[in-house]
């Protein structure tokens, strides 16, 4: 599990932040399904020569996992979804900015936008290659209106990467459990371990 996590919620965070779809019992199987996955990738990664055989995870696997409860998501960050297609990652979520940033503030009045409870649309690519998970953010919606990038950057800066200092736009990170890489494909996620 910590594989999945590790993965999921790294680029849960440098996508910014996220929002869920609500479990239901009939999710019960789908999150088992996903769980066993990541226990595979988990156990796979420790071998002295993991098997490379690709291991799939579905977007509704993935929405499933989040919406029970089993990536623990920053504090504020309501729900997420995600839609997934070849090379690109879209996160829906609902946003409470105030305690996103509790404990922070600004008096630039560009960042006030960023207060009050939001929906949020996060587009961005992203790949896994030679180890290293790579994602840049395209483009971030706060209720219907594209936020402009300069001021997503002052926004990373003054409240994400203080709490999360890897997170940013453009961000590569180490995949966990020698993932050698992971493709977003249509509606799903790759991952294949040497």
Partial sequence: MKAGRVCFSGMLLIVLL??????????????????RKLQHVEKNGAAAKPDATPTEFS????NAYFAAGKVDLPEGVKSVSFQLQPGLVTA????????????????????????GVHDVVVSAHAYGAS??????????VLDG????????????????QPKYPQAGLDSHFALPDKINSATIGS??????QR
């Fill in 18 to 35: 996220a929002a869920a779809i609500a479990a239901s019992s009939s999710n019960d199987a789908t999150v088992a399904g996903m769980e």
């Fill in 59 to 62: 977007e509704q696997e993935i």
């Fill in 92 to 115: 829906t979520t609902h946003v409470d900015f105030d305690q996103l940033k509790q404990g922070r503030s600004s008096a630039n009045p560009m960042l006030g936008v960023f207060s």
């Fill in 131 to 140: 180890g290293v998970g790579v994602v840049h953010v395209e483009s971030v």
């Fill in 145 to 160: 209106v594209e936020i402009p990038r300069f001021v997503l950057e002052l926004f990373v800066e003054n409240f994400i």
């Fill in 187 to 192: 509606h799903k996620v790759t991952v294949i």
